[in-house]
């Protein structure tokens, strides 16, 4: 497995921006595809964006579309969500995933219950 460590949320108002980051270590970041999902309290987790293991293949849930951006660094080991005009509809704990099997597209159907390697999630609030 992948061990997955989320960084950069925080307390904001609607309309600022955030950059959240995972830090990945224990095995080839660079052929997995890498995915964002996010849980707000007494919802299930949901799929936000994912990034293909070569930086193509971008998926956004249609709520972020124009807003987000995934990027990731394969010589840093780090995937990147970059979140624009923040909502408050956006608050959450934001989890960042690593793809099932090398090569493979992480696309908006997976569900959290296929991918079995996660980080610890970095809570993003986005006050009105």
């Given at each position: 497995q992948v061990q997955l460590v989320e960084s950069g949320g925080g307390l904001v108002q609607a309309g600022d921006s955030l950059r959240l980051s995972c830090a990945a270590s224990g095995r080839t970041f660079s052929t997995?595809?890498?995915g964002w999902f996010r849980q707000a309290p007494g919802k299930e987790r949901e799929f936000v964006a994912s990034i293909g293991?070569?930086?193509?293949?971008r998926y956004y849930t249609e709520s972020v579309k124009g807003r987000f951006t995934i990027s990731r660094?394969?010589?840093k080991n780090t995937v990147y969500l970059q979140m624009n005009t923040l909502k408050p509809e956006d608050t959450a704990v934001y989890y960042c995933?690593?793809?099932p099997r090398p090569y493979s597209l992480m696309v908006p159907?997976?569900?959290p219950k296929d991918l079995d390697s996660w980080g610890q999630?970095?809570?993003v609030t986005v006050s009105s």
């Open positions: 997995y595809a890498m293991w070569n930086g193509n293949n660094d394969n010589t995933a690593a793809g159907t997976m569900a999630g970095t809570q």
